[in-house]
């Protein structure tokens, strides 16, 4: 399937898997790419530059096929180290990476003299706009179906892709409540060049997280997710259990951050993903999980996607043309 953005970025299918905290290791970036997608390493999943790089080396063993970095920019009283985490992705001649949270513009000037290509993750159309005046090769744009973080505007993704590919000119991935065939050809239909996946992609044979996790999200339905941070203007998107739902109870009464600060670490969130202990702490689905039902291999999955798109696209489709 050739759209816009796998010609520009040199992939087979329209199928992104995008940086997921905890998740987005070198196997899963790996199987990812190597089945016709776009992996990508979180790199503030690793914890120094130096393991990053290391973490790139050991991707680049597993497969051939372009991969990506997600580099995500997020307010801080210690922000990461980012302009070592840039250095090492050009060092290490990545040529692709997704920037998500705050303005990459700080980012570009590296990136672009190094031609690296830039994914920009939004969820408004204003941002996205933004994201393209400053340069960036295509954004992905999070309806608010999706998990971790919406937004404010609580736009679903059916209305806010139309919206986007309206006034954009570069590619669009649209992301957020995507997990099958049905998704790719109605982002397609909405103007998207493809798809950017987090949860489906949770639940691979080749993600690293524990299988009680990935159980769980097969075993779940579209209503088992709870908003979190909603009156601290930083809303998320997490899986409901008895961390999340206590964080919102005292955020109604009243609670401020430092009353959750203690509920919501991310090592909290890690042991989740490690130990596969569901109330451990705050970890981040979305409400796609609801057509979630099996654990496959990447390339199963992307080979599934592919070949039913077409068959959507051949036969029903075409079946309801006059």
């Known amino acids: 399937m050739r759209?816009?953005?796998?010609?520009?970025?040199?992939?087979?299918?329209?199928?992104?898997?995008?940086?997921?905290?905890?998740?987005?290791?070198?196997?899963?970036?790996?199987?990812?790419?190597?089945?016709?997608?776009?992996?990508?390493?979180?790199?503030?999943t690793q914890p120094t530059p130096a393991d990053l790089a290391a973490e790139i080396e050991r991707c680049r063993k597993l497969t051939d096929q372009p991969f990506g970095v997600n580099l995500t920019i997020l307010p801080a009283i210690t922000p990461p180290p980012y302009d070592?985490?840039?250095?090492?992705?050009?060092?290490?001649?990545?040529?692709?990476?997704?920037?998500?949270?705050?303005?990459?513009?700080?980012?570009?000037?590296?990136?672009?003299?190094?031609?690296?290509?830039?994914?920009?993750?939004?969820?408004?159309?204003?941002?996205?706009?933004?994201?393209?005046?400053?340069?960036?090769?295509a954004v992905s744009i999070d309806g608010f179906e999706c998990a971790g973080h919406p937004g404010e505007d609580d736009i679903p993704g059916l209305v806010l892709i139309p919206a986007a590919t309206d006034r954009l000119t570069i590619p669009v991935l649209a992301s957020g409540g995507f997990a099958d065939a049905r998704g790719l050809v109605a982002a397609l239909a909405l103007g998207a060049d493809g798809i950017n996946m987090g949860s489906r992609f949770m639940c691979t044979v080749e993600s690293p997280i524990h299988d009680k996790v990935k159980q769980a999200i097969v075993d779940g339905d579209e209503r088992g997710t709870q908003l979190i941070f909603r009156q601290l203007r930083n809303t998320a998107r997490v899986a409901g259990n008895a961390v999340s739902r206590d964080v919102v109870e005292i955020l109604?009464?009243?609670?401020?951050?430092?009353?959750?600060?203690?509920?919501?670490?991310?090592?909290?969130?890690?042991?989740?993903?490690?130990?596969?202990?569901?109330d451990a702490g705050i970890w981040t689905v979305g409400l796609v999980q609801g057509l979630i039902h099996d654990i496959p291999t990447c390339a199963s999955l992307l080979d599934r996607i592919v070949s039913e798109a077409s068959a959507l696209i051949t036969g029903r489709l075409a079946a309801v043309v006059p």
């Open 252 to 278: 109604l009464n009243g609670g401020s951050f430092p009353d959750i600060a203690p509920l919501v670490a991310g090592s909290r969130g890690r042991r989740v993903f490690e130990d596969g202990d569901l």
């Open 3 to 44: 759209t816009r953005f796998t010609e520009a970025f040199g992939i087979r299918h329209p199928i992104v898997q995008g940086g997921m905290q905890w998740v987005g290791r070198a196997e899963l970036a790996a199987a990812v790419s190597q089945a016709g997608g776009l992996g990508m390493i979180t790199a503030l």
């Open 84 to 137: 070592e985490y840039r250095r090492v992705i050009v060092d290490s001649g990545v040529t692709i990476v997704e920037t998500a949270g705050s303005n990459p513009e700080p980012h570009m000037e590296m990136f672009r003299a190094h031609n690296v290509k830039i994914i920009h993750k939004c969820t408004s159309v204003r941002h996205a706009l933004k994201a393209e005046a400053v340069g960036v090769d």
